[in-house]
Protein backbone atom coordinates (compact mmCIF):
# COMPACT_ATOMS: atom_id res chain seq x y z
CA UNK A 1 0.00 0.00 0.00
CA UNK A 2 1.25 3.25 -1.22
CA UNK A 3 -0.73 6.58 0.19
CA UNK A 4 0.76 9.85 -0.98
CA UNK A 5 0.57 13.34 1.60
CA UNK A 6 -2.75 14.78 0.53
CA UNK A 7 -2.93 18.52 0.52
CA UNK A 8 -6.52 18.98 -0.35
CA UNK A 9 -8.20 21.81 1.08
CA UNK A 10 -11.39 19.50 1.33
CA UNK A 11 -12.38 16.65 1.21
CA UNK A 12 -9.12 16.16 2.95
CA UNK A 13 -7.14 13.36 4.71
CA UNK A 14 -8.67 11.26 7.52
CA UNK A 15 -5.96 10.15 10.27
CA UNK A 16 -4.74 6.55 9.01
CA UNK A 17 -5.52 5.21 12.52
CA UNK A 18 -9.37 6.56 11.91
CA UNK A 19 -9.42 4.99 8.09
CA UNK A 20 -7.82 1.61 9.63
CA UNK A 21 -10.62 0.95 12.43
CA UNK A 22 -13.54 1.96 10.20
CA UNK A 23 -12.14 -0.98 7.55
CA UNK A 24 -11.78 -3.57 10.74
CA UNK A 25 -15.18 -2.72 11.73
CA UNK A 26 -16.65 -1.90 8.34
CA UNK A 27 -18.28 -5.75 7.91
CA UNK A 28 -19.15 -6.23 11.17
CA UNK A 29 -19.48 -3.54 13.85
CA UNK A 30 -19.25 -4.02 17.43
CA UNK A 31 -20.64 -7.51 17.01
CA UNK A 32 -23.65 -6.32 15.23
CA UNK A 33 -22.57 -9.01 12.48
CA UNK A 34 -23.65 -5.24 10.48
CA UNK A 35 -21.81 -2.82 8.79
CA UNK A 36 -22.85 0.79 9.97
CA UNK A 37 -24.34 1.63 6.68
CA UNK A 38 -26.84 -1.12 6.87
CA UNK A 39 -28.38 -0.35 10.58
CA UNK A 40 -31.32 1.03 11.26
CA UNK A 41 -31.07 4.89 12.54
CA UNK A 42 -33.73 3.91 14.91
CA UNK A 43 -31.95 0.74 16.24
CA UNK A 44 -29.70 0.83 19.52
CA UNK A 45 -26.52 -0.13 17.93
CA UNK A 46 -26.96 2.77 16.01
CA UNK A 47 -28.74 5.09 18.75
CA UNK A 48 -25.12 4.41 21.03
CA UNK A 49 -23.11 5.49 17.93
CA UNK A 50 -24.24 8.89 17.58
CA UNK A 51 -24.66 9.41 21.37
CA UNK A 52 -21.12 8.79 21.92
CA UNK A 53 -20.40 11.02 18.33
CA UNK A 54 -22.19 13.84 20.21
CA UNK A 55 -20.72 12.96 24.01
CA UNK A 56 -17.13 12.82 22.38
CA UNK A 57 -17.69 16.37 20.62
CA UNK A 58 -18.92 17.98 23.41
CA UNK A 59 -15.79 16.77 25.68
CA UNK A 60 -13.39 17.76 23.23
CA UNK A 61 -14.24 21.13 22.89
CA UNK A 62 -16.20 21.93 26.21
CA UNK A 63 -19.53 22.14 24.55
CA UNK A 64 -21.58 24.14 27.95
CA UNK A 65 -24.43 22.35 28.49
CA UNK A 66 -26.58 25.97 27.21
CA UNK A 67 -26.07 24.76 23.83
CA UNK A 68 -27.30 22.01 21.35
CA UNK A 69 -25.28 19.79 18.84
CA UNK A 70 -27.37 18.92 15.57
CA UNK A 71 -25.56 16.79 12.63
CA UNK A 72 -27.15 17.50 9.45
CA UNK A 73 -27.05 17.44 6.45
CA UNK A 74 -26.62 19.93 3.32
CA UNK A 75 -22.96 21.30 3.77
CA UNK A 76 -22.11 24.55 5.32
CA UNK A 77 -23.54 25.97 2.47
CA UNK A 78 -26.86 25.15 3.45
CA UNK A 79 -26.33 27.09 6.88
CA UNK A 80 -26.23 29.94 4.58
CA UNK A 81 -29.79 29.86 4.33
CA UNK A 82 -30.94 28.43 7.65
CA UNK A 83 -28.98 30.67 9.58
CA UNK A 84 -30.85 33.78 8.76
CA UNK A 85 -33.72 31.64 8.28
CA UNK A 86 -33.57 30.56 12.11
CA UNK A 87 -31.52 33.41 14.01
CA UNK A 88 -33.17 36.44 11.75
CA UNK A 89 -36.49 37.16 12.42
CA UNK A 90 -36.63 39.08 15.42
CA UNK A 91 -35.12 42.75 13.59
CA UNK A 92 -34.40 41.13 10.32
CA UNK A 93 -30.93 42.84 10.08
CA UNK A 94 -27.59 41.13 10.45
CA UNK A 95 -24.35 42.51 10.20
CA UNK A 96 -21.45 39.99 7.56
CA UNK A 97 -17.71 40.63 7.51
CA UNK A 98 -16.84 39.35 4.25
CA UNK A 99 -13.32 37.74 4.96
CA UNK A 100 -13.77 35.20 1.05
CA UNK A 101 -15.57 32.93 -0.64
CA UNK A 102 -17.43 31.20 1.43
CA UNK A 103 -18.36 34.66 3.97
CA UNK A 104 -19.48 36.46 0.25
CA UNK A 105 -22.08 32.96 -0.46
CA UNK A 106 -22.95 33.37 2.67
CA UNK A 107 -24.15 37.13 3.32
CA UNK A 108 -25.66 36.54 -1.15
CA UNK A 109 -28.25 33.70 0.61
CA UNK A 110 -28.32 35.90 3.58
CA UNK A 111 -29.96 38.90 1.44
CA UNK A 112 -32.90 36.72 0.06
CA UNK A 113 -34.64 36.50 4.24
CA UNK A 114 -32.91 39.75 5.92
CA UNK A 115 -31.18 42.86 5.65
CA UNK A 116 -27.97 41.95 5.38
CA UNK A 117 -25.38 44.77 6.26
CA UNK A 118 -21.60 44.06 4.74
CA UNK A 119 -20.08 45.84 7.74
CA UNK A 120 -16.27 44.89 6.69
CA UNK A 121 -14.54 43.61 3.83
CA UNK A 122 -10.83 42.76 3.08
CA UNK A 123 -11.99 42.11 -0.58
CA UNK A 124 -9.44 45.24 -1.65
CA UNK A 125 -6.47 43.38 -1.01
CA UNK A 126 -7.81 39.86 -2.08
CA UNK A 127 -8.64 39.07 1.43
CA UNK A 128 -5.05 38.49 2.31
CA UNK A 129 -6.22 39.86 6.02
CA UNK A 130 -8.90 40.10 8.24
CA UNK A 131 -10.51 43.70 8.54
CA UNK A 132 -10.07 45.27 11.72
CA UNK A 133 -13.43 45.72 13.40
CA UNK A 134 -14.89 47.25 16.31
CA UNK A 135 -18.25 47.58 18.09
CA UNK A 136 -19.03 50.65 16.95
CA UNK A 137 -19.40 49.29 13.06
CA UNK A 138 -22.32 46.68 13.87
CA UNK A 139 -25.96 47.45 13.33
CA UNK A 140 -27.69 48.17 16.51
CA UNK A 141 -30.19 45.40 17.63
CA UNK A 142 -29.57 43.05 14.20
CA UNK A 143 -30.05 39.41 14.94
CA UNK A 144 -26.66 38.17 14.34
CA UNK A 145 -23.18 38.68 12.80
CA UNK A 146 -21.85 36.23 10.54
CA UNK A 147 -18.16 35.82 10.37
CA UNK A 148 -16.14 32.73 8.29
CA UNK A 149 -13.63 32.20 11.46
CA UNK A 150 -11.09 30.17 9.13
CA UNK A 151 -10.92 31.37 5.50
CA UNK A 152 -10.00 28.12 3.37
CA UNK A 153 -9.49 29.38 0.56
CA UNK A 154 -7.37 32.47 1.40
CA UNK A 155 -5.82 30.93 4.11
CA UNK A 156 -6.80 33.58 6.96
CA UNK A 157 -8.04 32.68 10.57
CA UNK A 158 -9.10 35.45 13.25
CA UNK A 159 -6.31 34.93 15.19
CA UNK A 160 -7.47 37.99 17.74
CA UNK A 161 -11.26 38.03 18.45
CA UNK A 162 -12.50 41.82 17.76
CA UNK A 163 -14.57 42.69 20.59
CA UNK A 164 -17.73 42.49 19.01
CA UNK A 165 -19.50 43.17 22.39
CA UNK A 166 -22.97 41.84 22.87
CA UNK A 167 -23.76 40.94 19.37
CA UNK A 168 -24.79 37.49 18.60
CA UNK A 169 -22.35 36.16 16.78
CA UNK A 170 -22.55 33.22 13.77
CA UNK A 171 -19.13 31.61 12.93
CA UNK A 172 -18.93 29.33 10.09
CA UNK A 173 -15.88 26.63 11.44
CA UNK A 174 -15.73 24.35 8.46
CA UNK A 175 -11.95 24.78 7.81
CA UNK A 176 -10.85 25.34 11.44
CA UNK A 177 -13.09 22.94 14.20
CA UNK A 178 -10.93 20.69 16.22
CA UNK A 179 -7.97 22.52 15.03
CA UNK A 180 -7.73 24.60 18.37
CA UNK A 181 -9.78 25.24 21.67
CA UNK A 182 -12.68 28.02 21.31
CA UNK A 183 -14.44 29.08 24.25
CA UNK A 184 -17.81 28.14 22.79
CA UNK A 185 -19.90 31.30 24.77
CA UNK A 186 -18.27 33.67 22.82
CA UNK A 187 -20.39 32.66 19.68
CA UNK A 188 -24.30 31.91 19.79
CA UNK A 189 -23.82 29.32 16.63
CA UNK A 190 -21.29 27.79 15.25
CA UNK A 191 -21.59 25.67 12.10
CA UNK A 192 -18.89 23.45 10.43
CA UNK A 193 -19.01 21.15 7.34
CA UNK A 194 -16.96 17.59 8.24
CA UNK A 195 -14.93 17.11 5.10
CA UNK A 196 -12.09 19.31 6.09
CA UNK A 197 -11.48 18.53 9.46
CA UNK A 198 -13.83 16.29 11.20
CA UNK A 199 -14.65 13.39 8.55
CA UNK A 200 -15.92 12.70 5.41
CA UNK A 201 -18.39 14.99 3.28
CA UNK A 202 -22.14 14.61 3.83
CA UNK A 203 -22.15 15.50 7.45
CA UNK A 204 -22.45 19.35 9.03
CA UNK A 205 -22.14 20.07 12.50
CA UNK A 206 -23.90 22.58 14.17
CA UNK A 207 -23.33 23.75 17.78
CA UNK A 208 -26.45 26.06 18.82
CA UNK A 209 -27.24 28.30 21.89
CA UNK A 210 -30.62 27.42 23.24
CA UNK A 211 -32.10 30.58 23.38
CA UNK A 212 -31.57 30.96 19.76
CA UNK A 213 -33.44 28.06 18.74
CA UNK A 214 -37.92 27.98 18.00
CA UNK A 215 -37.46 31.21 16.84
CA UNK A 216 -37.88 30.37 12.70
CA UNK A 217 -39.21 32.86 10.32
CA UNK A 218 -42.85 31.17 9.02
CA UNK A 219 -41.80 30.59 5.73
CA UNK A 220 -38.86 28.40 6.69
CA UNK A 221 -39.10 24.82 5.53
CA UNK A 222 -39.61 21.88 8.25
CA UNK A 223 -36.25 20.15 7.16
CA UNK A 224 -34.29 23.93 7.90
CA UNK A 225 -35.49 24.69 11.24
CA UNK A 226 -33.06 24.02 14.03
CA UNK A 227 -35.99 23.14 16.38
CA UNK A 228 -36.97 20.25 13.88
CA UNK A 229 -33.38 18.52 14.50
CA UNK A 230 -32.50 19.73 17.84
CA UNK A 231 -36.00 18.55 19.51
CA UNK A 232 -35.25 14.91 17.47
CA UNK A 233 -31.80 14.34 18.24
CA UNK A 234 -30.79 14.51 14.83
CA UNK A 235 -32.75 11.96 13.78
CA UNK A 236 -36.37 14.19 12.63
CA UNK A 237 -35.03 12.06 9.21
CA UNK A 238 -32.41 9.56 8.63
CA UNK A 239 -28.95 10.98 9.27
CA UNK A 240 -26.00 10.53 7.25
CA UNK A 241 -25.01 7.52 9.66
CA UNK A 242 -22.14 6.63 8.07
CA UNK A 243 -20.42 9.79 8.17
CA UNK A 244 -21.34 10.84 11.78
CA UNK A 245 -19.78 7.43 12.86
CA UNK A 246 -16.47 8.27 11.29
CA UNK A 247 -16.63 11.81 12.76
CA UNK A 248 -17.11 9.86 15.76
CA UNK A 249 -13.43 8.17 15.32
CA UNK A 250 -12.13 11.33 14.65
CA UNK A 251 -13.16 12.68 17.74
CA UNK A 252 -11.88 10.00 19.51
CA UNK A 253 -8.41 10.21 18.07
CA UNK A 254 -8.18 13.76 19.40
CA UNK A 255 -9.19 13.04 22.52
CA UNK A 256 -6.56 10.19 22.67
CA UNK A 257 -4.32 12.77 21.36
CA UNK A 258 -4.83 14.65 24.16
CA UNK A 259 -7.63 16.66 22.89
CA UNK A 260 -7.73 20.02 20.83
CA UNK A 261 -5.61 21.83 23.15
CA UNK A 262 -2.81 19.26 22.39
CA UNK A 263 -3.85 19.34 18.83
CA UNK A 264 -3.64 22.54 18.65
CA UNK A 265 0.23 22.51 19.74
CA UNK A 266 0.97 20.06 16.76
CA UNK A 267 -0.62 21.91 14.41
CA UNK A 268 0.82 25.12 15.46
CA UNK A 269 4.58 23.71 15.13
CA UNK A 270 3.61 22.33 11.54
CA UNK A 271 2.52 25.36 10.40
CA UNK A 272 5.57 27.30 12.02
CA UNK A 273 7.59 24.88 9.12
CA UNK A 274 6.24 25.85 6.32
CA UNK A 275 5.58 29.83 7.67
CA UNK A 276 9.47 29.72 8.18
CA UNK A 277 10.35 28.09 5.04
CA UNK A 278 8.39 30.37 3.22
CA UNK A 279 9.48 33.84 5.13
CA UNK A 280 13.26 32.53 4.41
CA UNK A 281 12.80 31.47 0.56
CA UNK A 282 13.53 33.74 -2.23
CA UNK A 283 11.28 31.81 -4.77
CA UNK A 284 8.33 30.99 -2.58
CA UNK A 285 6.15 33.50 0.01
CA UNK A 286 3.12 32.98 1.72
CA UNK A 287 0.08 35.43 0.66
CA UNK A 288 -1.30 36.50 3.82
CA UNK A 289 -0.76 39.20 6.14
CA UNK A 290 1.70 37.65 9.18
CA UNK A 291 -0.94 38.44 11.75
CA UNK A 292 -3.85 36.44 9.83
CA UNK A 293 -2.09 33.67 8.49
CA UNK A 294 -4.34 30.20 9.20
CA UNK A 295 -2.46 27.13 10.62
CA UNK A 296 -4.70 24.92 8.37
CA UNK A 297 -4.32 25.95 4.97
CA UNK A 298 -1.46 27.67 4.03
CA UNK A 299 -1.13 29.76 0.59
CA UNK A 300 1.86 30.51 -1.26
CA UNK A 301 3.19 31.94 -5.02
CA UNK A 302 5.95 32.19 -6.61
CA UNK A 303 6.08 35.29 -8.80
CA UNK A 304 6.30 33.04 -12.19
CA UNK A 305 3.12 31.62 -13.08
CA UNK A 306 4.80 29.33 -15.57
CA UNK A 307 7.19 28.11 -11.79
CA UNK A 308 3.89 27.73 -10.09
CA UNK A 309 2.87 25.16 -12.81
CA UNK A 310 6.11 23.71 -12.82
CA UNK A 311 5.89 23.14 -9.10
CA UNK A 312 2.88 21.80 -8.82
CA UNK A 313 3.19 19.18 -11.36
CA UNK A 314 6.62 17.96 -9.91
CA UNK A 315 4.76 17.93 -6.45
CA UNK A 316 2.55 15.73 -7.60
CA UNK A 317 4.53 13.41 -9.45
CA UNK A 318 6.68 13.06 -5.86
CA UNK A 319 3.31 12.08 -4.38
CA UNK A 320 2.28 15.74 -2.53
CA UNK A 321 -1.25 16.18 -4.55
CA UNK A 322 -3.44 18.66 -4.60
CA UNK A 323 -1.17 21.65 -3.62
CA UNK A 324 -2.80 23.86 -6.81
CA UNK A 325 -4.13 26.90 -5.18
CA UNK A 326 -7.88 27.88 -5.32
CA UNK A 327 -8.63 29.15 -8.97
CA UNK A 328 -9.24 32.39 -7.55
CA UNK A 329 -5.73 32.99 -5.96
CA UNK A 330 -3.73 30.70 -8.59
CA UNK A 331 -0.61 29.71 -7.07
CA UNK A 332 -0.55 26.85 -4.49
CA UNK A 333 -1.85 26.26 -1.12
CA UNK A 334 -0.88 23.50 1.29
CA UNK A 335 -3.77 22.54 3.67
CA UNK A 336 -3.00 20.94 6.66
CA UNK A 337 -5.07 19.80 8.60
CA UNK A 338 -4.95 17.81 12.01
CA UNK A 339 -4.93 14.56 9.88
CA UNK A 340 -1.64 15.51 7.72
CA UNK A 341 0.92 14.13 9.96
CA UNK A 342 4.18 16.66 10.88
CA UNK A 343 6.20 14.37 8.42
CA UNK A 344 4.47 15.35 5.62
CA UNK A 345 5.53 18.77 6.41
CA UNK A 346 8.69 18.54 6.77
CA UNK A 347 8.62 16.23 3.47
CA UNK A 348 7.05 18.97 1.43
CA UNK A 349 9.72 21.48 3.05
CA UNK A 350 12.45 19.59 2.22
CA UNK A 351 10.85 19.05 -1.46
CA UNK A 352 10.48 22.73 -2.06
CA UNK A 353 13.67 23.25 -0.94
CA UNK A 354 14.94 21.04 -3.43
CA UNK A 355 12.84 22.57 -6.20
CA UNK A 356 14.20 26.26 -5.14
CA UNK A 357 17.71 25.19 -5.45
CA UNK A 358 17.04 23.48 -8.83
CA UNK A 359 15.40 26.42 -10.12
CA UNK A 360 17.39 28.76 -9.28
C1 LIG B 1 -15.78 24.17 2.33
C2 LIG B 1 -16.38 25.34 3.02
C3 LIG B 1 -17.74 25.68 2.87
C4 LIG B 1 -18.68 24.91 1.96
O1 LIG B 1 -18.93 23.67 2.46
P1 LIG B 1 -19.95 22.67 1.74
O2 LIG B 1 -20.03 21.57 2.74
O3 LIG B 1 -19.36 22.29 0.44
O4 LIG B 1 -21.25 23.39 1.58
C5 LIG B 1 -18.22 26.75 3.58
N1 LIG B 1 -17.42 27.47 4.38
C6 LIG B 1 -16.12 27.19 4.53
C7 LIG B 1 -15.28 28.04 5.44
C8 LIG B 1 -15.56 26.11 3.85
O5 LIG B 1 -14.26 25.83 4.01
Redesign the pocket.
Known sequence: MSRVYNFS??PSMLPLEVLERAQREMLDCNGSGQSVMEMSHRSSEYQAIIDEAEALFREVLSIPDNYKVMFLQ?????QFAMVPLNLGNKTKTADYITT?Q?AK?ALAQAKAYVTANEIASSADATFNYIPKVDKGMLTPNADYLHI?Y????YGTHYNNMPDFGDATVVA?M??SILSEPVDINKFGLIYA?A??NMGP?GV?AVIAREDLIGNAMDITPIMLRYDTHSENGSMYNTPPTYGIYICKLVFEWVKNLGGVKAMNEINVEKAKILYDFLDNSKMFKGTVVPEDRSIMNVPFVTDSDELNKKFIAESKAAGFINLKGHRTVGGMRASIYNAMPIEGVKALVDFMAKFEKENA
Open positions: AGGGASTGWKTNNTIDSSGQKAT
